[in-house]
T-cell receptor, first 112, second 114 residues
């Protein structure tokens, strides 16, 4: 079975540019999560969706970050404008209700 | 969710059992113990979870003390591929009708050596 698929795997861009990270959850999973991992702060939950609806976005750092889930098989995390401190590995995860989460392999983002 | 405490690092010889401890002295009655691991450059991987009974699956065993204030993850025959950071997480568990918000700590870095 295909796992959680994230794209791109690596992204390098200049400060001020818009960045869009993409995620395809496992089919049939009704929860989707976005995490960010840095050396300083570890792995942090940014936002999660249930049935395509955002439930808790309290982890989103600021208004430059936005996430959408237009359908059950696709989600995006957008940063506009990007800053060097946004450099991190961003993970997407999905799960059925009340079941363990399955993670993608992440997008390594570098903002110059 | 209850806070967990894990040693920052451990070593284990290949082929031997790796026993990773976790303290969760403030765990509540409805909170489960979950274990994930993260191999370098990969996303976290679910290993096992339990409430109060010991659990075993194809990857590992989970031993939870009777007072539920601590637990041990056991990898029975560690291999080099088990080198990873192991996270012990306590959260409100199943049948809540809500998603699991996982709060990751710093984990234990397990190094398996020849």
């Amino acid at each position: 079975d295909a796992g959680v698929i994230q794209s791109p795997r690596h992204e390098v861009t200049e400060m001020g540019q818009e960045v869009t990270l993409r995620c395809k959850p496992i089919s049939g999973h009704d929860y989707l999560f976005w995490y960010r991992q840095t050396m300083m702060r570890g792995l942090e939950l940014l936002i999660y969706f249930n049935n395509n609806v955002p439930i808790d976005d309290s982890g989103m750092p600021e208004d430059r970050f936005s996430a959408k889930m237009p359908n059950a098989s696709f989600s995006t995390l957008k940063i506009q404008p990007s800053e060097p401190r946004d450099s991190a590995v961003y993970f997407c995860a999905s799960s059925p209700t009340d079941q363990p989460q399955h993670f993608g392999d992440g997008t390594r983002l570098s903002i110059l | 969710d209850a806070k967990t405490t894990q040693p920052p690092s451990m070593d284990c010889a290949e082929g031997r059992a790796a026993n990773l401890p976790c303290n969760h002295s403030t765990i509540s009655g409805n909170e489960y113990v979950y274990w994930y691991r993260q191999i370098h450059s990969q996303g976290p991987q679910y290993i096992i979870h339990g409430l109060k009974n010991n659990e075993t699956n194809e990857m590992a065993s989970l031993i939870i003390t009777e007072d539920r204030k601590s637990s041990t993850l056991i990898l029975p025959h560690a291999t080099l591929r088990d080198t990873a950071v192991y996270y012990c997480i306590v959260r409100v568990g199943l049948n809540t009708g809500t998603a699991s918000k996982l709060t990751f700590g710093t984990g234990t870095r397990l190094q398996v050596t020849l």
